[in-house]
């Protein structure tokens, strides 16, 4: 098992301590480039997919940071404020995309200030994929302003089985959907009707408490059917996904042919979408016989040589 070198946490702008694993030969190296990841619902660090990231970083000479979502691994858990003063909302409870958004946006520019780096890849699995997919406008956004285009910046952005869309089929009734939404508001850290997550599979350490168990708290299972139901179709039927990668200078897409949370053709409608990227900075790989969760496989993940491979060639060209 590859241990991180040190934990590096940040406290965000509306004051959410997050917690970012870092795992590197040599911290203090700037002659290493660094990828940014961010994991899925309910995950942590502590997993397989972070275990094959770390392992491949160390014999390419990459740096490995990992945020940890607000209310997973050992980041704050998000506040609620009541009458009787600020509380936690529970574990993996994330009721608002575009907090755990901006959380991506600050997690890239606190790391990129505070390390040297050949430059930054930002990659994401499943919910994280989603989230760099929309973080990228706001770290593009800030550099521009910061005045930073003569440092190393971000290199390109990496979405693995990301969440794009839905199978309709699997989304309840317009009904229960509604009868769902309110039952978030009041009790929104309760699973109810909702995916059950079995960690068992993917922890690494096998007996790692950091990743949540059981069925997912309604507040997050409705935040990911909004974002994957209507918020990604939407933006793609308006060709708003342009106006969110304008300025990114590559992206690489790795999911599973097999993929029955995010089906492929959901995946295939969004990168087609993209026309400010030209052909030779934008890529889709599809794993045959795959399925979503292939971040996880082990002892070999098959992404692992298609991603460091599109890594390696962003720094070879600056």
Not at 39 to 61: D, I, N
Not at 104 to 120: D, I, K, Q
Not at 143 to 159: F, H, N, Q, Y
Not at 187 to 192: F, W
Request: glycine share 8%.
């Amino acid at each position: 098992m590859t241990v991180p070198s040190r934990q590096c946490p940040f406290t965000t702008s509306n004051g959410v301590r997050l917690n970012v694993e870092c795992f590197s030969v040599d911290n203090d190296d700037e002659n290493l480039p660094t990828v940014l990841f961010v994991h899925g619902v309910c995950e942590s660090a502590e997993t397989w997919g972070v275990q094959s990231l770390a392992k491949a970083c160390m014999a390419r000479k990459w740096r490995l940071l990992v945020l940890e979502l607000a209310g997973h691994g050992l980041s704050q858990d998000l506040q609620k404020q009541s009458l009787l003063g600020s509380q936690d909302r529970g574990r993996a409870v994330c009721p608002d995309f575009g907090e755990l958004k901006d959380h991506v946006v600050e997690f890239a520019l606190n790391m990129m200030a505070r390390y040297s780096s050949r430059g930054f890849v930002l990659a994401g699995g499943s919910l994280g994929g989603s989230l760099v997919a929309y973080a990228a406008r706001g770290i593009i956004d800030a550099r521009r302003e910061e005045g930073s285009s003569d440092t190393p910046g971000l290199l390109g952005i990496a979405l693995l089985a990301p969440a794009l869309g839905v199978d309709k089929r699997a989304v309840p009734p317009p009904a229960v959907v509604m009868a769902l939404r309110a039952a978030s508001y009041l009790i929104p850290g309760q699973g109810l009707m909702t995916p059950d997550e079995d960690p068992r599979h993917y922890a690494c350490p096998p007996n790692s408490k950091r990743n949540f168990s059981g069925r997912w708290p309604l507040a997050t299972a409705g935040m990911l059917l909004d974002v994957t139901s209507n918020i990604v179709p939407r933006d793609v039927e308006s060709k708003r996904v342009d106006a969110q990668l304008e300025g990114l200078n590559s992206i690489i897409i790795i999911a599973g042919e097999r993929d029955q949370v995010v089906p492929l053709p959901c995946i295939q409608e969004w990168y087609d979408s993209i026309t400010c990227l030209a052909e030779d900075e934008k890529k889709l790989h599809v794993l045959k016989g795959c399925d979503h969760g292939f971040i996880h496989d082990h002892p070999e993940a098959a992404f692992i040589d298609i991603l460091f491979d599109w890594c390696d060639g962003l720094v070879q060209k600056e």
